[in-house]
C-alpha cells in the first residue's frame, strides 16, 4: 500500500522501518519541525532514505484546515494514513481522504484512559493491566472504532519508563505493522467503543503534580511513579519544592532510622536513610524514594538530602582530560544547537530529551571501554563539570557511595597477618547482628577461639533476603546490558583452582 506517515520520536522511526520493510510504499513522512536544531528521528530517517518530509508546524488555523497543507498531502496518493506517535492535531480533510482512512497508536486499552497523559494516569490509577489500542481516527477524542489492542501487567514498581520500554514501545511497533498487514488483507475489523469504563483524564503537568498526603502508602507510590519522570511529583519541604523519584513500596526489612523530613501535610514525617528516603501514607504504610530533585534542577540520591553538596573536585590527570574531550564531543553532536559546550552547560537546558539520555549513555560506555552508567547518572550530573566528575570517580573506582567499611579481626598464621571480616553482610554494609549477638569460630587444628563472629538473628536474615530482592530487582546488575555483564565477568581474575597448571601435572 501508499503510506503516509504521520508522527514523531523514535517509535514513528521504528514503525516507518519495519513498513518499509514489508514492503509498502511511504509516500511522504509529516513530522513536527526542528527543536533547538535538532530534526526529530523520523524526519531524519525518512530524508536519510530520500522519501519526502514535511514538517508542518500546524495545520489548521482558526479550526479550518490550510489549504496548502491540504494541497500538499493529497499529491502525494496516500492509500491510509498512519500515526504511530502523533503530537499534532490532524484536520478531518486529512484524517478521511485516504481510501483505508487513518489509523492511530494509542498508549491504553481504549476506552480507558482517553487523552495524552494515558500511561501516566494508568500508573496513578494503579491498574493491574496495561496495553496499547490501534484504532480508526474519527473527529473525536481517542473515540474511533477499535482496529487492535494488547495488554500487559503492570508491575508493583513500574514507571513510565519502564511500562514504555517494556512493552508498550516493542509491542507497540509490531501492533501498528500487524494493523496494517490486516488492513491491507482486508481483514481488520472496526469495533465501536464501549462507553461502560471510559475515562479521560487531563494532561499531566508540574503545577498538577503536588502529592496528597491524605492518602494510603500505595495511593502516594502509584501517583509518585505515574509523574516520573515527567513532570515529577513533587511536595513543599526544606523551604523548598522537592521533586521525588523511583518509588517502591518494597520496604521489608527496612527500619525508619534517620534524620526526620518534615513535610506539611503529611501523615508523619519522612526519614532519610542510608537506602534512600521512607515517606508514610495515612495507612502508616511505608514507601521509599531513591531519588529527589531540588528546586534548582539539581538531581541527588534522596539518601544525600542532609549531607549538602560535595565542594571537593577531583583533579583531573592528563588522560582524564583526554577523555573529557571526548566525552565533550559527544555532547556537541547530542547538543548541535550549543556553540561550545563549558563546565557550566547544562545537558537538559540545552534541549535534551529522554532519548538523548539514552544515546550518551551508549556513547559514553563506548567511549570509557564500557564504564558502567546508567541513565540515572545523567539527572543526577546535568551539568558538563558535574558529568566529567562523576565520569572520573567511577573510572578510579572512588565512588563514595560504594565505598564499605570493614571491621577486621586481625590473626597471625604462618607468619603471615590474615585481616578477617567478622560482622554480617546486609545490604552493601557489614553490620553487628541484632541485640550484637555472637558466637565462637572455632580453629579445628586446636581448639582455640578464632575470633567472635555475629550471629544473625531472624530480624537480619529478614532484611538480608529484603536487600536481596530490592538488589535484584532494582540494582545496578539487573539494569546494565548483557555485553556489560560480560565485560565486568571478564575483569574479575580466576582464583588459584581454576587458573591453568604451568607445570600440565
Request: with cysteine; proline share 6%.
Amino acid at each position: 500500500m501508499k503510506i503516509a506517515v504521520i508522527g514523531q520520536s523514535l517509535f514513528g522511526q521504528e514503525v516507518y522501518c519495519h513498513l518499509r520493510e514489508e514492503g509498502h510504499e511511504v509516500v511522504g513522512v509529516f513530522t513536527v519541525p526542528d527543536k533547538d536544531g535538532k530534526a526529530d528521528p523520523l524526519g531524519l530517517k525518512a530524508d536519510k532514505d530520500g522519501v519526502p518530509v514535511f514538517k508542518f508546524p500546524r495545520w489548521r488555523a482558526r479550526g479550518q484546515a490550510l489549504p496548502n497543507v491540504v494541497a500538499t498531502y493529497q499529491a502525494l496518493g496516500a492509500e491510509l494514513n498512519v500515526l504511530p506517535f502523533c503530537s499534532q492535531f490532524i484536520p478531518m480533510e486529512i484524517i478521511s481522504a485516504p481510501r483505508h482512512g487513518s489509523i492511530i497508536y494509542h498508549p491504553s486499552l481504549l476506552p480507558r484512559h482517553r487523552g495524552a497523559s494515558a500511561i501516566n494516569w494508568t500508573l496513578i490509577h494503579g491498574d493491574k493491566k496495561g496495553g496499547f489500542t490501534i484504532f480508526w481516527a474519527d473527529d473525536g477524542l481517542d473515540t474511533g472504532d477499535l482496529l487492535l489492542q494488547k495488554e500487559c501487567e503492570i508491575l508493583p514498581d513500574d514507571t513510565v519508563s519502564t511500562l514504555y520500554s517494556r512493552f508498550l514501545f516493542p509491542e507497540g511497533v509490531k501492533g501498528m505493522v500487524q494493523a496494517v498487514k490486516l488492513i491491507a488483507e482486508g481483514r481488520a475489523p472496526r469495533l465501536p467503543q464501549p462507553e461502560d469504563g471510559a475515562t479521560y483524564e487531563g494532561i499531566q503537568k508540574k503545577e498538577t503534580a503536588q502529592i496528597n498526603w491524605d492518602q494510603p502508602a500505595e495511593a502516594i507510590h502509584n501517583w509518585i511513579r505515574g509523574n516520573d519522570k515527567v513532570p515529577g511529583a513533587w511536595t513543599e519541604a526544606c523551604g523548598q519544592k522537592l521533586t521525588f523519584f523511583s518509588s517502591t513500596l518494597n520496604t521489608e526489612g527496612l527500619v525508619p532510622e534517620g534524620e526526620t523530613l518534615p513535610i506539611p501535610g503529611a501523615h508523619r514525617p519522612g526519614v532519610v536513610t542510608g537506602a534512600g528516603l521512607i515517606l508514610f501514607g495515612n495507612d502508616d504504610r511505608m514507601l521509599l524514594v531513591k531519588s529527589i530533585q531540588l528546586e534548582d534542577g539539581k538531581m541527588i540520591p534522596a539518601s544525600q538530602l542532609f549531607r549538602g553538596a560535595d565542594s571537593t573536585g577531583l583533579e583531573l590527570t592528563e588522560e582524564d582530560l583526554v577523555t573529557a574531550e571526548a566525552v565533550r564531543g559527544a555532547w556537541k553532536r547530542i547538543l548541535p544547537n550549543v556553540v561550545e559546550v563549558e563546565d557550566s552547560t547544562d545537558f537538559f537546558k540545552s534541549g535534551a530529551a529522554s532519548l538523548d539520555v539514552v544515546r550518551l549513555v551508549e556513547e559514553v560506555k563506548e567511549l570509557c571501554d564500557g564504564l558502567e552508567l546508567e541513565n540515572e547518572d545523567i539527572y543526577m550530573a546535568t551539568t558538563f563539570g558535574d558529568f566529567m566528575q562523576l565520569l572520573v570517580r567511577k573510572m578510579r573506582g572512588d565512588n563514595k557511595e560504594s565505598q564499605c567499611v570493614i571491621d577486621h579481626v586481625e590473626k597471625t598464621v604462618n607468619k603471615l597477618t590474615l585481616r578477617m571480616p567478622h560482622q554480617l553482610f546486609i545490604g552493601g554494609a557489614f553490620v553487628d547482628a541484632e541485640g550484637a549477638k555472637t558466637y565462637e569460630t572455632i580453629n579445628p587444628t586446636d581448639g582455640s577461639v578464632i575470633c567472635q563472629v555475629s550471629l544473625a538473628q531472624v530480624s537480619d536474615v529478614d532484611k538480608a533476603v529484603a536487600a536481596a530482592k530490592d538488589a535484584f530487582e532494582h540494582g545496578l546488575w539487573g539494569k546494565i546490558s548483557a555485553r556489560d555483564r560480560g565485560r565486568l565477568l571478564y575483569r574479575v581474575p580466576p582464583s588459584p583452582s581454576t587458573r591453568p597448571d604451568p607445570t600440565g601435572t
